[in-house]
């Protein structure tokens, strides 16, 4: 069966700091992955999608990139934090472009 | 563009209370729709999903049915118990696909009392 996993599950940065999160999926081949990001009190907002490695598309431009070096991993990265950058981070892939999305379990990220 | 509209609540009930968590949407042909759960501090579970217009899909007692006439897709679920306290959050995948994935609502933040 196909799994997906987010890590860390919590992190602390300060302004300023680099960021580094992974997901990597498991018992499946070629799958869209996405970035979602959940402000507090807020719905799901769209960061970035891949269909295969080394493309990456994104919907909102911002402090923060994504890439994708091999078919079921998917990072999301900044240089340097800001505070607005706090939030919870989930990743989720899908087969093709039709049918529903599967979530990882959310990285928490508060930059201080 | 597509968008989901629900109630952000909190909505707050007692235990063994009907439940309606309504949903509507605004896009062009027949998009697939959802219902998803997050419980605290967790990612999005698939709670429920229908495909085409008329469907019914059920869960663990959740019921949605995909209504095109009113472009709606309302939860439900007839006794709700504590462990359903959760955000459930209504998406749609627009007519055909599309590699940007789903559109969500806001979320809708379930409060169950005993």
């Known amino acids: 069966s196909q799994t997906i996993h987010q890590w860390p599950a919590t992190l602390v940065q300060p302004v300023g700091s680099p960021l580094s999160l992974e997901c990597t999926v498991e018992?499946?081949?070629?799958?869209?992955l996405y970035w979602y990001r959940q402000a507090a009190g807020r719905g799901l907002q769209l960061l970035f999608y891949?269909?295969?490695?080394?493309?990456i598309s994104s919907e909102v431009p911002q402090n923060l990139s994504a890439s994708r070096p091999q078919d079921r991993q998917f990072i999301l990265s900044s240089k340097k934090l800001l505070l607005s950058d706090s939030g919870f981070y989930l990743c989720?892939?899908?087969?093709?472009?039709?049918?529903?999305?599967?979530f990882g379990e959310g990285s928490r990220l508060t930059v201080l | 563009g597509d968008s989901v509209t629900q109630m952000e609540g909190p909505v707050t009930l007692s235990e063994e209370a009907f439940l309606t968590i309504n949903c509507t949407y605004t896009?062009?042909?027949?998009?697939?729709l959802f219902w998803y759960v997050q419980y605290p501090g967790e990612g999005l579970q698939l709670l429920l999903k229908a495909t085409k217009a008329d469907d019914k899909g059920s869960n663990k007692g959740f019921e949605a049915t995909y209504r095109k006439e009113t472009t709606s897709f309302h939860l439900e679920k007839g006794s709700v118990q504590v462990s359903d306290s959760a955000v459930y959050f209504c998406?749609?995948?627009?007519?055909?696909?599309?590699?940007?994935?789903?559109?969500f609502g806001k979320g809708t933040h379930l409060i169950i009392q005993p």
């Open positions: 998406a749609l995948r627009r007519s055909g696909g599309g590699a940007d994935g789903l559109t």
């Open positions: 896009a062009t042909g027949y998009p697939s």
């Open positions: 018992g499946t081949s070629n799958p869209n």
């Open positions: 891949s269909v295969g490695i080394g493309q």
């Open positions: 989720a892939w899908s087969l093709g472009v039709t049918g529903e999305l599967f």
